[in-house]
């Protein structure tokens, strides 16, 4: 492959920048962890959907483009070229859509684990005072019980905003 790495003979150059990973070599539940991230993955590199996009053009067009009826070859051969334009320019569209969002779910996964260990720390930190309260008397301010009810709160608070991207991705 011109351009390639002679020890990663079929690495582009974005994976040459990667440490290689032998799959076979790694335990069973490992390797196949590894191709499904790949498969998660894969319609956000834009090389490999490259790699199969005259098949996917093909395969459009033999389902959704039928013969040519009552045009000359010219008419359709020249009406084919512009929607091979047009597929390809929508794929390259979807791709990098399809990245952008991958790396936007990622980002809010990121700023979901931020605020929850904050909301961990006000449970934490609640816990530890209800811990510290005595009892509620009958004629009094009922801080133990709001300071219960608060910490239950931000418990609750703490593991949905965990749960928040996986439910995204799995709903």
Do not use: Y
Request: proline content about 4%.
């Amino acid at each position: 492959m011109p351009g390639s790495n002679t020890s990663q003979p079929f690495a582009r150059p974005e994976q040459s920048k990667q440490s290689l990973i032998n799959i076979a070599s790694l335990p069973r539940e490992e390797a196949i962890e590894c191709a499904r991230d790949a498969g998660r993955e894969i319609l956000a590199d834009s090389a490999a959907v490259q790699a199969v996009a005259d098949t996917l053009w093909m395969n459009w067009v033999n389902v959704n483009v039928p013969v040519a009826v009552g045009q000359t070859d010219d008419e359709f051969g020249e009406l084919v070229d512009v929607m091979g334009n047009k597929f390809f320019e929508g794929l390259t569209e979807g791709v990098k859509r399809f990245a952008e969002d991958t790396r936007t779910l990622a980002r809010v996964d990121e700023f979901l684990c931020d605020e929850s260990r904050f909301a961990w720390k006000i449970h934490n930190v609640l816990a530890f005072m209800r811990a510290a309260l005595d009892e509620d008397p009958a004629d009094g301010l009922p801080v133990k019980c709001t300071v219960t009810d608060l910490d239950i709160d931000v418990e609750k608070l703490a593991t949905n905003l965990m749960d928040l991207v996986h439910k995204a991705r799995h709903a």
